[in-house]
T-cell receptor
Framework: GAVVSQHPSRVICKSGTSVKIECRSLDFQATTMFWYRQFPKQSLMLMATSNEGSKATYEQGVEKDKFLINHASLTLSTLTVTSAHPEDSSFYIC???????????FGPGTRLTVL | AQSVTQLGSHVSVSEGALVLLRCNYSSSVPPYLFWYVQYPNQGLQLLLKYTSAATLVKGINGFEAEFKKSETSFHLTKPSAHMSDAAEYFCAVSEIRSNFGNEKLTFGTGTRLTIIP
């Protein structure tokens, strides 16, 4: 299958700072990328869907000004957590779909800890 | 609206025993159903998917699942558990009937599978 990477894998930041997480499809062009948030021992909650070149579609209850998503190319989407607070600490996972593949591929996740 | 219920947040089986992880779905249209596996601190890997073809779906690592419309179920099974099967398993549903790479997935709460030596 295709490979999706995320960077960084772990990040620790101070409250009030902004953190950018990258999601890359390494060997295919992803027309759609999804961002999920996973709390400890819980399921994945979809935060937003992004299509290359257009604005992301956010799920109900997700603050778009808090979680900025950019999908500027077919291989890269970024999630920026602005003015991070301890309650934003979580495991963030992206997935990518499109190209010749008939399924969605998940990245390894980014663990964000806000102190 | 679509939803998935996974019965049993934790399941323990002995090595070599049958694995059965339960998933029931709710969907207003015929669903597409998926099982994913997640190892610690990793993303999700697709085990198998049902897309309205054969109701018995075979996946990777010896897993299979059967779609039963009358029971709105899509339980995951494996005849003989291996130590390497220990992980978190998620059932998911999609209603979007397009390219599967662009589907919006709704996940269940997950089942943690423990294998007893």
């Amino acid at each position: 299958g295709a490979v999706v990477s995320q960077h960084p894998s772990r990040v620790i930041c101070k409250s009030g700072t902004s953190v950018k997480i990258e999601c890359r499809s390494l060997d295919f062009q992803a027309t759609t990328m999804f961002w999920y948030r996973q709390f400890p021992k819980q399921s994945l909650m979809l935060m937003a869907t992004s299509n290359e070149g257009s604005k992301a579609t956010y799920e109900q209850g997700v603050e778009k000004d808090k979680f900025l998503i950019n999908h500027a190319s077919l291989t890269l989407s970024t999630l920026t957590v602005t003015s991070a607070h301890p309650e934003d600490s979580s495991f963030y996972i992206c997935s990518a779909g499109g190209g010749n593949y008939n399924e969605q591929f998940f990245g390894p996740g980014t663990r964000l800890t806000v102190l | 609206a679509q939803s998935v219920t996974q019965l049993g947040s934790h399941v323990s089986v002995s090595e070599g025993a049958l694995v059965l992880l339960r998933c029931n779905y709710s969907s207003s249209v015929p669903p597409y159903l998926f099982w994913y596996v997640q190892y610690p601190n990793q993303g999700l890997q697709l085990l198998l998917k049902y897309t309205s073809a054969a109701t018995l779906v075979k996946g990777i690592n010896g897993f299979e699942a059967e779609f039963k419309k009358s029971e709105t179920s899509f339980h995951l099974t494996k005849p003989s558990a291996h130590m390497s099967d220990a992980a978190e398993y998620f059932c998911a549903v999609s209603e979007i009937r397009s390219n599967f790479g662009n589907e919006k997935l709704t996940f269940g709460t997950g089942t943690r599978l423990t294998i007893i030596p």
